[in-house]
């Protein structure tokens, strides 16, 4: 091999056409390739952790215990009797609210409801302390309340590993929250009841009090009345009437008085005096008066004056005149005297009125005293009077009262178990494990690190991808081996990709690359089947190909040809022990095969000296291509020296398994101006996944012309 035949890689890169020289993709459309690539590239993880889930999830329902849920329905009215209170006497019945239907919710979930279960049901009987605490605590645990919609109806549910025992739970719920509502409504009207009671005769005992102290006050400040005034107003009152009609019989009485003194100092007799003419003895007096002087009148004209019967008869008017006169005195003496009578009498009354005014006005200061205590003993009155009004209501709405809740429904045994529910677990199994998966596939998706796409390649690299290699079993999966498959299927897309490889190594090295060497950054990626199919692909073209196994520890080639100990190989012909001779490649041996013998030992030194240089010389007069097949670079530092014996590298990848970082730091060893690599060979490419990744891929588009390899 000589200088001039040695290509460099920049005069390779330039004969290729880089696939990150395409122009990127428009982004006025939305493009969900890369995201259905994604989930079809980590379809078998997603589902693998969602089978996991899903399999953790029907463990779990079965490992559960059975539990059975049974429900009953209650629901709330407003029919219960009114709720009497100490300081309101008329209270409002209490509307039915959201507050009100939570405060019932906490009352039937209450340690006090579930101790009424567990006494009515006798889930404690023969427990001790710890015991009965442990039945409580299930009780709250596994009661349930909720309010259906906005209604008033509560569904009570009670969960159990017995179904008759959920059932009878539930219903023994219900019953002692619609008891609880009665018993609690006639302990609130009894309460009420005992507390009006007391009530009562503390406001007796003040509306006695206060109204024995107004009467009192009345009897001390003489206020007594019998017609709604003070007895000093009435006796006022009297004395003014009693005043009023003697003022009048005084007045007429001396009227009279005057009169008749005016008619005897007038020369009257005394007869016309009114009380005179109404008198009876004067007109009697007058009767007689008038018989006397008749018969006096008789006499005078019958006999002389000095007749004896005319002297009787005139001496009979005299003395009946006589008697007038003293009757007519006596009439005047009389009412000289009820004149004074009535003067005195009026005087008297006067005196007596002005002594009731006086009274009056020390009863008026009195009076002060007296509006407030009326006004205090008016209002213990009233405020007694409710009282006794209430609490005749509430005895006569003893034993009437009704709960604020109604059974709408029992509980039924349920028939089939509420947990585990299989099929919903299964689903939210599936959901959590599709959704794990995601998270799985996206988080090895962050850490991946291999090469997928030619554009990858060269963007991490700077290396053009010159081929891809397809995963056998990809392709065709009727071949077993693919150190064969070339041979077997010559006409197959995996032995189109070693041609591809061969027309691309040409192409950079304008076919002027006559030794050929294939490594890697690390073991097991291929490189040793390349090496064998790209030689076997060369020598079917008709091109005298020699294939030499390079790679000391792991002998690939050497082993897929079942080389034993002690037959002569590549170590042998280099120490000189066993030399070369040419003329057994004939010209009918178009493909040959130098490989390693087995051994312990391993003389990189022959390989890194002149012995091989002056082989592949040799070598390269009887040989139209040289097939090296070297060891990795990473472990092996002798690749290096063996690389730069070549006119071509090909540096072979796994796609999608070696770290792009381990292939950098491989390329890293191969300085370009001592190792020409001319390309990266994606090797055991997945066909049938490769169209889950970049539509700049050739091989994106395998499977629409899959039938050109029928």
Request: net charge negative; glycine share 6%; charged share 20%.
């Amino acid at each position: 091999m000589n200088e001039n035949s040695l290509i460099k890689y920049d005069a390779a890169a330039s004969a290729v056409t880089p696939y990150g020289g395409y122009p990127p993709p428009s982004t006025d459309r939305m493009d969900l390739s890369e995201s259905i690539g994604f989930f079809r590239r980590q379809l078998k993880l997603i589902l693998a952790v969602a089978a996991i889930v899903v399999a953790l999830g029907l463990a779990a329902s079965f490992l559960m215990g059975t539990t059975y849920r049974a429900e009953s329905e209650v629901m709330l009215t407003n029919e219960a009797a009114i709720v009497a209170q100490s300081n309101a006497v008329d209270a409002p019945q209490p509307a039915l609210t959201g507050e009100l239907l939570e405060t019932q919710v906490e009352i039937i979930g209450s340690r006090e409801m579930a101790q009424l279960v567990s006494n009515s049901l006798g889930l404690a009987n023969g427990l001790d302390v710890a015991g009965q605490r442990e039945v409580l605590d299930r009780l709250q645990e596994n009661v349930s309340i909720e309010r259906k919609g906005e209604s008033f109806a509560l569904t009570i549910a009670y969960e159990a590993e017995d179904a008759n025992q959920a059932a009878a739970i539930a219903n023994e719920y219900t019953r002692q929250f619609v008891n609880w509502e009665l018993s609690s409504e006639q302990e609130r009207n009894a309460g009420a009841r005992e507390i009006v009671q007391q009530r009562l005769a503390e406001l007796r005992s003040q509306a006695q009090a206060d109204t024995q102290a107004l009467q009192q006050y009345r009897i001390n400040n003489n206020l007594l009345s019998t017609s709604g005034a003070s007895l000093t107003e009435q006796e006022i009152s009297t004395y003014n009437q009693a005043v009023t009609t003697a003022r009048a019989e005084a007045a007429e009485d001396q009227a009279r008085l005057r009169t008749a003194q005016a008619q005897l100092r007038s020369g009257s007799l005394g007869d016309d005096v009114g009380e005179a003419l109404g008198s009876p003895v004067v007109g009697s007096l007058r009767s007689q008066e008038a018989l006397v002087a008749a018969e006096v009148a008789d006499l005078s004209s019958k006999y002389g004056p000095n007749h004896p019967q005319l002297i009787r008869a005139r001496s009979q008017l005299a003395e009946v005149r006589q008697r007038i006169d003293a009757e007519i005195g006596r009439v005047i003496s009389n009412l000289q005297a009820r004149q004074e009578v009535s003067a005195q009498r009026l005087a008297s009354l006067n005196a007596s009125l002005s002594n009731a005014r006086a009274k009056l006005s020390q009863n008026n200061n009195a009076m002060v005293g007296l509006s407030e205590l009326e006004r205090s003993a008016e209002a213990s009155q009233e405020i007694y009077q409710t009282y006794l009004n209430r609490y005749k209501e509430l005895l006569a709405a003893e034993g009437s009262e009704t709960p604020r809740a109604r059974i709408l429904t029992l509980a039924q045994t349920p028939i089939f178990p509420n947990s585990p529910n299989i099929p919903l677990n299964v689903a939210l199994s599936l959901v959590l494990g599709l959704g794990l998966g995601f998270l799985a596939a996206h988080f090895r998706e962050s850490l991946f690190e291999g090469l997928s796409t030619p554009d990858e390649v060269e963007s991490e690299t700077g290396v053009p991808c010159i081929a891809s290699i397809p995963l056998l079993s990809s392709v065709d999966g009727a071949i077993d081996h693919p150190a064969t498959a070339v041979q077997d299927a010559p006409k197959s897309a995996f032995a189109e990709s070693f041609r591809s490889l061969g027309a691309s190594i040409d192409l950079a090295t304008h076919g002027q690359a006559k030794v050929i060497a294939i490594t890697s950054a690390l073991p097991n990626e291929s490189k040793t089947v390349t090496s064998c199919c790209l030689a076997s692909v060369l020598a079917a073209s008709g091109q005298r190909t020699m294939l030499i196994d390079c790679d000391l520890r792991r002998q690939g080639i050497s082993r897929l040809l079942n080389m034993q100990e002690g037959q002569k190989g590549l170590i042998d012909v280099l120490n000189g022990s066993a030399p070369l001779d040419l003329a057994d490649y004939d010209d009918d041996n178009v493909f040959c095969v130098l490989p390693l013998s087995p051994s312990k030992e391993e003389p990189e030194h022959l390989l890194r000296g002149q012995e091989f240089t002056d082989l592949i010389e040799r070598l390269s007069e009887h040989f139209d291509r040289i097939i090296l097949d070297l060891p990795p670079v990473l472990p092996i530092a002798a690749t290096r020296i063996l690389a730069s014996r070549a006119d071509a590298v090909v540096f072979c990848t796994r796609w999608r398994s070696t770290s792009k970082l381990a292939v950098k730091a491989a390329l890293r060893r191969l300085p370009p101006e001592h190792v020409n690599v001319v390309g990266v060979a994606l090797s055991a490419v997945d066909m049938r996944k490769r169209s889950f990744l970049d539509p700049n891929d050739p091989n994106f588009y395998y499977s629409q012309y899959e039938s050109y390899y029928a």
